[in-house]
């Protein structure tokens, strides 16, 4: 099922939000959401699924609208909010068995459902217990099995991994990208590893805009206009740093942070600088120990675009 976002606005009093913003998500792909707190992440969430209403714009989901179809939207969306709300008193069969009727489960099927739900998230050693009694890693696999219990083609998942521990973060990324092969998922994160991970393209959200689009080697591709360089060079480091500043196809020099004789060195736009190097320290007999190209690190690319 595809996923249409048209020139999507929410304006919070004098605050845009999110400030018009439009893309496509194609049936079957896992798409991460990934930007700085407060960038507007949630907030579009809630636009796509119905829970709140878009001051401009809107989102069909195989061309339904979510202003003209509401219900039928929330029909094919599953969704998992941020803090994941859950009725902890209630055990998680219980629970289940709610969200089952709440979402208009056939009711012949819930108990089927339930198994389902049990099983795909790993549920099945707790699934007595009550929400209180389950570790975060647990809630958030009920998170998931709620918003999945109606089958829906969407999976709408707000930063479904915040606060788990590294095991957990692990076991939760297995499951969304199983669940991904077979429906469309959208996934926030302000954690680019956890993207990068799970997703096949990111869209990359600053201050309400759309400031990146693509899969994780695009992204760096892109961003990989100016060739960087990591040499070490035994002479003393003042010296060395001036010299390479001097050269004409550098743009920029920075000594490498606890690595003593290593530098960054950054070329121009369409230069390289491997040669002038060499021959730099040849000129003035500094043994070069090591150049290495350096790729762009999508930590980079996310913080030139959102800073
Ligand atoms: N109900 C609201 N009323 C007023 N402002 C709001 C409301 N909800 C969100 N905002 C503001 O809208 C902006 C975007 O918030 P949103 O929660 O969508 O960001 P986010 O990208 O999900 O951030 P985070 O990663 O911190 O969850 C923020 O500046 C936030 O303060």
Known sequence: MSIVVENLTKQYGVQKAVNDISFEVK????VGFLGPNGAGKSTTMKMITCYMAPSAGDVRLDGVSVLE????????IGYLPENNPLYTDMPIVEYLRFAAEIQG????????????????????????KKINEL???????VGIAQAMIHDPEVLILD?????????????????????GKEKTVILSSHILSEVE?????ILIINRGNIVADGSSENLRKQAQGQELLTV??????????AALRDLASVEKVAAVDGKEGFYQVQSKPEKASRKAIFDLCVEKKWYLM?????ETRLEDVFRDLTN
């Open 290 to 294: 090591e150049m290495t190209g350096t």
């Open 105 to 128: 489960v056939e009711p012949s099927k819930i108990p089927t459902r339930i198994g389902e739900m049990i099983e795909m998230c790993g549920l099945d050693l707790e699934k007595h």
């Open 27 to 30: 049936t079957g792909e896992v």
């Open 159 to 179: 930063e479904p991994t915040t606060g788990l521990d590294p095991n957990q973060i692990i076991e939760i990324r297995k499951l969304i990208k199983k669940l």
């Open 197 to 201: 991970a799970t997703c096949d393209r």
């Open 135 to 141: 570790s975060k890693g647990y809630r958030q696999r």
């Open 232 to 241: 070490s060079i035994e002479a003393e480091a003042k010296e060395v740093e």
């Open 69 to 76: 179809q509401p219900e039928e939207v929330k029909k094919k």
